[in-house]
C-alpha cells in the first residue's frame, strides 16, 4: 500500500468522470423537498454539495446524515450504491469508519482513566511492560496521552502493508501490526511534536485488553455501543470480511489516480484495528458525537482532556483543525468550531463532527480520491470538498 492510500491519511478523501444519479433527501424531508402548498422548494446545500461530490468529483456514492440544533434529522444520498447493478444508494447505509473508529478507542481509554485503572501521564511501560521497543525508542518514555495525542513519534505500521487488494482479506493481528511499527526509527522523539500514526491506537486497543481482561470490541461494544443505543454500529469479528446490513458498495484501484475503480467492499479490516474498524451508519456516528458532548460518555474532566488539543505542524493535516485525545477540532464556515474525526479505508472516506449546540453530521464517499481519475492535486481537492460538503450540513 503506497502513503497515500494507507489507512494513515485520514485527510485524503480526487476528481473522476462517474455520473450522478439524482440525489435525494429522505427521513422526514429536508429543505428543497416541499410539497403542494408549500411554496416554491427552498435548494438544500447539503444536497448540492453531495451531487458535486459525485458528479464533479467521481466519488460512486456519497451519503450524509445531518441533525440540526432542535434534534431534526434527514439522510441524504447521491450516486449509485453499486456501479455493477446500477443499485440505488442505501439511505443511512452502514460504511466502514475507518480513523473515525479512534474517537471510540480513545473514549473507552478515558473511562479507564475516570475509573482509576489508567493514568494518562503513566509511561505505556507500565501497562504493556517490554512490549514497546524499537531501535530508538521503548515504552518507558511514551505516555498514555502521547498515544492518544499522536505525540509519540511511533512509526506507522501502515508504510509496511502490501496492496489493497493483495491483503484484502489477510488477518492481521493486533502484534502482526505493531511488529511492522516498531521494525522502523521513530518519526520524532516522545513530545517533541506532532505526527499522525495508527500505532498509536494499535497500542490503545491493547491497553485496554491489559486493563480490562476482555477483547477491545467487547469493550467498545459494552461501554459504547450498546449503552447509546448504536444498533447500526458494530466492530467486526475476527475474520469476518463482508458489511453485516445495508451499505452501499466500496470502490478502489490497483493503480493511484487511474479511474479503474474494482469492488473492494468485503476486506478484513483488522488492518485497522483498533485505530480503524468499526463499521457504522451516518447517523450512528452522529449519535455518538452528540452524546459524547453532551457528558453520557465521560466526566467532565476526561471530556475537558480530550478536548484540549494540539495546534499542528503547518502542512500537516487539514488547514485550521486542531487534535485532542482521538479527536479533531473543525473551525466551520459560519463561525465556532465542531469536533469529530475523519477515516480513510479501502472502499470508504468519512468525515463526521458534532457541536455543543446540538448540531451533527458524518459524509461518507465510496471511493478514496487517490482511486479516481486524475492527480494528486485533483484529490486533494476532492479530499477537501469532502471536508466542506461537512462544514456546509452543519452551517446550512
Not at 416541499?34 to 468529483?57: F, I, M, N, S, W
Not at 453485516?244 to 470502490?251: A, D
Request: glycine share 14%.
Amino acid at each position: 500500500m503506497t502513503k497515500g492510500r494507507a489507512l494513515a491519511v485520514v485527510g485524503a478523501l480526487a476528481a473522476g468522470a462517474l455520473l450522478a444519479s439524482p440525489g435525494v433527501a429522505v427521513a422526514g424531508g429536508g429543505p428543497g423537498h416541499g410539497g403542494p402548498g408549500h411554496g416554491k422548494p427552498r435548494v438544500d446545500r447539503t444536497q448540492q454539495a453531495l451531487d458535486r461530490l459525485v458528479g464533479e468529483d467521481g466519488f460512486p456514492a456519497a451519503l450524509a446524515a445531518v441533525t440540526d440544533a432542535r434534534g431534526r434529522e434527514r439522510n441524504l444520498v447521491a450516486g449509485v450504491g453499486d456501479l455493477e447493478t446500477g443499485g440505488p444508494v442505501p439511505v443511512d447505509g452502514q460504511v466502514r469508519i475507518a480513523s473515525t473508529s479512534k474517537s471510540y478507542t480513545a473514549v473507552v481509554v478515558l473511562q479507564l482513566v475516570a475509573e482509576g485503572a489508567v493514568d494518562l501521564d503513566e509511561p505505556i511501560e507500565t501497562y504493556l511492560p517490554g512490549l514497546v521497543r524499537g531501535a530508538d525508542f521503548d515504552g518507558h518514555g511514551i505516555t498514555v496521552r502521547q498515544l492518544l495525542n499522536h505525540t509519540s513519534g511511533l512509526p506507522e505500521y501502515t508504510n509496511r502493508l502490501g496492496g489493497a487488494f493483495e491483503a484484502r482479506t489477510w488477518y492481521l493481528s493486533a502484534r502482526d501490526l505493531l511488529d511492522l511499527a516498531l521494525a522502523q526509527p521513530r518519526q520524532f522523539p516522545a513530545g517533541e511534536t506532532w505526527g499522525y500514526s495508527n500505532t498509536n491506537y494499535v497500542l490503545a486497543g491493547l491497553l485496554i485488553e491489559k486493563v480490562t481482561h476482555r477483547p477491545l470490541e467487547e469493550a467498545i461494544t459494552q461501554r459504547i455501543i450498546e449503552p447509546l443505543g448504536l444498533t447500526e454500529t458494530y466492530v467486526p469479528n475476527r475474520g469476518e470480511i463482508e458489511i453485516r446490513g445495508e451499505h452501499p458498495r466500496g470502490y478502489d484501484a490497483e493503480v493511484m489516480f487511474s479511474g479503474d475503480l474494482a469492488d473492494i467492499t468485503d476486506i478484513d479490516s483488522s488492518l485497522g484495528w483498533a485505530a480503524g474498524e468499526i463499521v457504522a451508519t451516518p447517523s450512528d456516528v452522529n449519535r455518538f458525537y452528540t452524546a459524547l458532548l453532551d457528558g453520557k460518555l465521560l466526566p467532565p474532566a476526561e471530556l475537558e482532556a480530550m478536548t484540549t488539543t494540539l495546534a499542528l505542524p503547518e502542512g500537516a493535516f487539514i488547514p485550521g483543525v486542531e487534535y485532542g485525545l482521538g479527536l479533531m477540532k473543525f473551525p466551520l464556515s459560519c463561525g465556532g468550531e465542531a469536533w469529530g474525526h475523519g477515516g480513510s479505508i479501502q472502499g470508504y472516506g468519512t468525515r463526521s463532527a458534532a457541536t455543543e449546540d446540538g448540531r451533527a453530521a458524518s459524509v461518507a464517499v465510496t471511493a478514496l480520491p487517490q482511486a479516481l481519475r486524475g492527480d494528486e492535486a485533483s484529490a486533494t481537492a476532492a479530499a477537501q470538498h469532502v471536508l466542506e460538503a461537512m462544514d456546509t450540513a452543519l452551517c446550512s
